[in-house]
């Protein structure tokens, strides 16, 4: 797909990776929809974006709410006229043990919490399905076909201290292959990005710091990723309308 002349929208993008894809993609030529919890970010990722000569509007939307979901994706349509890509980007962190032993005693003196459990889901596993079906009503009744990027996570492969986290991105990947197989005969793709340790204000502020370290020394090339990496992957998912049904693991080759 050539991004020049289309619509993209990009949850969770009022910085972080989110934002690096919306800015790339409007380097194409696409409308960037940055969307996102309300706040001034996305009036600044906006400003950011049309300094640079590209085109961006935005739209506020907490994904794990269905109305203002479907309310999202309806909006961009009638503000741009189509939706071409969307990046389901919104998540949020809630790490924790499952149970957590004392050394001494070996007796557990606390566990996750259901609202721990539940928060990650509600954001990373809902307001990705929401998000995603959404997107393929629009695409659908605009008849133009289109990408959908689910954004998943290394921890998909199951991450000590992520049990909420690494099941609702193992279930992300899923989703990429299921939606990929459902929507073809629309013209719609569906492909996942997995992350691995980015240097993003999610992680460096919400992540264990303890637990940070240790991983960074764990990745194979060195260093943590850059938001932009992350966006160069998902230009290359829009741009090569052979990719689907896939997650792309970018994450400097640790495997965890």
């Not at 790339?24 to 030529?29: D, I, N, Q, R, V």
């Not at 606390?110 to 539940?118: G, N, V």
């Amino acid at each position: 797909m050539d991004l020049n002349g289309k619509t993209a929208v990009v949850t969770g993008s009022a910085r972080g990776i989110g934002f690096a894809m919306a800015e790339l993609f409007a380097s194409k030529g696409a409308t960037a929809v940055i969307s996102d919890i309300p706040g001034p970010g996305i009036e600044e990722a906006v400003k950011k974006i049309e300094e640079k000569g590209g085109k961006a509007i935005g739209i506020p939307c907490d994904v794990s709410k269905e109305d203002q979901v479907e309310s999202l994706m309806q909006k961009i349509v009638d503000e741009t006229g189509r939706l071409d890509v969307a990046v389901l980007n919104a998540g949020i962190l809630r790490d924790g043990l499952l149970v957590k032993v004392d050394r001494k005693t070996q007796k557990v003196t606390s566990k996750m919490t259901l609202a721990q459990w539940q928060a990650i889901i509600d954001v990373n596993l809902t307001g990705v399905f929401l998000t995603g079906r959404e997107a393929a009503v629009q695409m659908v009744n605009c008849g133009n076909g289109g990408v959908i990027i689910p954004i998943s996570s290394i921890a998909r492969h199951g991450n000590a201290g992520q049990t909420n986290y690494s099941a609702a991105k193992a279930a992300v990947a899923a989703l990429a292959v299921i939606w990929s197989k459902e929507l073809a005969r629309y013209k719609i793709r569906s492909a996942a990005i997995a992350p691995g340790f980015i240097a993003t204000p999610m992680v460096l502020q919400d992540m264990n710091p303890a637990a940070l370290e240790k991983f960074k020394k764990m990745i194979p090339i060195g260093r943590m990723g850059e938001p932009e990496e992350i966006a160069h992957t998902a230009g290359y998912i829009v741009e090569n309308d052979m990719i689907t049904g896939i997650t792309i693991d970018v994450s400097g080759g640790i495997r965890i």
